[in-house]
């Protein structure tokens, strides 16, 4: 879907570093259909399931993105620390967060895969903030992201940040994805 | 100003005299390969995108390759075997390396050489981090998702963000023998880190890296993601032109870094200096010295993967296995069916490969990814539950090998041979001075 410019609030979901496309989707889950409406919840139900428990949902720790037997998440906004997604190239990755529910990330940095899959299929949004915020943020505080001002707003801790603009990949985002803004430039022909 | 090997390759492809980092351009693409875990998904956006009837831009450019999760009775993983070979059907692919045939491979990085798919000086992209293993032979290579490889099955082309280039510098005259690839990408890895090369080209040059075989220079370009980078890159040479045109008879035009190129930074190693290296439990860049880590408890051993599967890679470990008993669960599985032939005539002494690691005891699985990332629960070699595990593959984030409650810890061929042997972590120098003439 297209990604409008529109403020994104939710609750925060917290990661530390270094998380890569295992712990975001173990390998043994990447069999299921993404085309099938019903087989594909199955990718909200196991995204997050590869970190370790004392490490999701931080600071406390020990808490799921999803709950046991639901495929969608009470969270929308992930914040980590450094190189999220490294690892594999899969696009499960990203996508499995999408069905989950997550309309955006928050990062100190990204893996560039992950981050080129992310805004090329179109299935979230990859902010990077200036600062690692992982150890600010706490799992289930109440965020606004103003993406016309780039600015991370916890309404929880009534605490701003100021985040990177997107940058050149800007169109490719809102235009929600590689082809949509393939298609809005004349490179691929409108079906 | 000159241009480094990576920015010509994509300035040639992109139609430009020059380019520069930083620079988002389109590039024309020379071979896409995918295989069983993102080809399927790739092959339902490209339908979806492209419509029912069309057709892939050019299927001589098109490579699939199935090789993770072959072996096995998971109804899913061979679901989606059957997709891909109903894609190649209908597309009348001709490089579709088909599970239960003769053409079958095993490991996509491995079999692309061996088909004759790298060649110096061009633009390869693959459904997999690993593609960047390509670079080796001089070449622009690099991972990407489902919907970008959708892309080109449409188009041919698919935009790059020209990355900046590290050079990787090593002296030395030749590997020493208790020393492989593997532990000088470990070493440069636990240097840098994990994000130590992110966006960025590693480029691996001097004396010390022309003296490393074609075996050997994959291993390096292998884990430049495992430091992040985009891709990894040896300049082409003899070497490279002795493997290519024994696999190949295509064109190529070998492309070279200029003097006055820029880079990032500079970074100098001697090859000769270098010692036997461990990444510990659980991230690539957790470095260690084989001899710090000396009688570490293990559970498993495991050779094998696009890292660590190779001839050269069981060659070395037969040498230190040879004429002992293996005291640990040791698993070895061959990247693809070439090599696993090849352990039946290769031998030590007039001992085929194979018997010195049967007669030890070891366990031999078919050629594919196998237990390198889990997969399902019935994969050859999977840790499924608290197992610590030495590994001659390339990743050990928690739960890469299966269960998240595992412990894995990556070295060379060398160095998991010589620990099978011992049961504890063992720095194969002890073995090499011992069995090395």
């Not at chain 2, 490209?46 to 098109?62: P, R």
């Not at chain 2, 559970?299 to 040498?319: H, M, N, P, Q, V």
Request: proline content about 5%.
């Amino acid at each position: 879907m297209s990604k409008s410019s529109e403020p994104i609030k939710g609750k925060a979901f917290v990661l530390g570093k270094n998380v890569d496309t295992d712990q975001i989707i173990p390998a043994a889950h990447l069999v299921y259909s993404l085309e099938d409406p019903e087989e594909r919840k199955l990718y909200g139900k196991y995204a997050l399931s590869g970190v370790p428990s004392q490490e999701s949902g931080l600071p406390q720790g020990n808490i799921r993105l999803t709950k046991e037997d639901e495929t969608e998440s009470e969270f929308k906004i992930i914040v980590a620390s450094d190189n999220f997604g490294c690892g594999s190239s899969r696009e499960h990755a990203p996508a499995c967060l999408e069905i989950a529910g997550i309309k955006a990330i928050v990062t100190s940095s990204y893996a560039r895969i992950f981050y080129r899959n992310s805004v090329d299929g179109g299935f979230l949004i990859p902010f990077e903030s200036y600062e690692d915020l992982s150890k600010e943020v706490h799992t289930g505080d109440e965020l606004e992201i103003d993406q016309e001002n780039h600015i991370l707003k916890n309404l929880t801790q009534k605490k701003e940040y100021k985040i990177k603009p997107l940058g050149s990949v800007a169109d490719i985002v809102h235009a929600g994805g590689i082809f949509k803004y393939a298609r809005q430039t004349g490179m691929v022909a409108e079906r | 100003m000159g241009m480094t090997l990576t920015e010509k390759i994509l300035a040639k492809h992109s139609g430009n005299d020059r380019v520069s980092p930083g620079d988002n351009v389109w590039v024309d693409v020379d071979v896409l390969m995918t295989h069983d875990v993102c080809g399927p998904p790739a092959i339902g956006i490209f339908h979806k995108q492209f419509g029912e009837d069309a057709k892939v831009w050019d299927k001589e450019k098109l490579v699939i390759i199935p090789d993770h999760y072959i072996f096995t009775n998971d109804k899913y993983a061979n679901r989606n075997v059957d997709i891909l070979r109903a894609f190649a059907a209908e597309q009348d692919l001709p490089y579709f390396y088909d599970v239960g045939t003769d053409r079958y491979k095993g490991v996509c990085h491995v079999a692309l050489p061996e088909e004759g798919f790298t060649r110096p000086g061009e633009v390869l992209f693959g459904t997999d981090s690993h593609t960047c293993t390509a670079g080796a032979f001089g070449q622009f290579a690099t991972g990407i998702g489902n919907t970008d490889a959708a892309f080109i099955m449409g188009t041919g082309k698919l935009w790059v963000k020209v990355p900046e280039t590290m050079r990787f510098v090593f002296e030395g005259a030749s590997l020493p023998p208790y020393l492989m690839a593997k532990d000088i990408i470990l070493k440069i890895i636990g240097d840098i880190g994990v994000d130590g090369a992110t966006y960025r080209t590693m480029e691996f040059t001097g004396p010390g890296i022309k003296a490393l075989t074609m075996e050997d220079r994959m291993t390096l370009t292998n884990m430049a993601i495992e430091a992040g980078g985009k891709n990894g890159v040896v300049e082409p040479d003899e070497v490279t032109d002795a493997y290519v045109k024994s696999r190949t008879d295509k064109p190529f035009e070998k492309v070279y870094s200029d003097p006055d190129a820029v880079y990032h930074s500079e970074h100098f190693y001697n090859i000769e200096e270098l010692v036997p290296m461990i990444a510990k439990p659980h991230s690539p860049d957790n470095k260690a010295t084989a001899e710090e880590l000396e009688g570490t408890y293990l559970d498993r051993a495991y050779i094998g993967s696009c890292t660590g599967g190779k001839l050269s890679d069981f060659r070395a470990a037969a040498e230190i296995i040879r004429g002992n008993k293996v005291k640990l669960d040791t698993y070895i599985v061959p990247a693809t069916t070439e090599i696993a032939r090849a352990l039946e005539t290769e031998t030590i002494y007039g001992t085929p490969l194979i018997d010195i690691f049967r007669e030890a005891g070891c366990k031999i699985g078919n050629a594919s990814c196998a237990a390198c990332l889990g997969g399902p629960s019935d994969t050859f070699g999977r840790l499924n539950s608290e197992e610590v595990c030495i590994s001659s593959t390339n990743r050990n984030y928690p739960g890469r090998m299966g269960s998240k409650q595992a412990q894995v810890y990556l070295a060379s061929p060398y160095t998991v041979a010589a620990s099978a042997v011992t049961g504890v972590i063992t720095d194969p120098r002890v073995f090499i001075q011992q069995t090395v003439i």
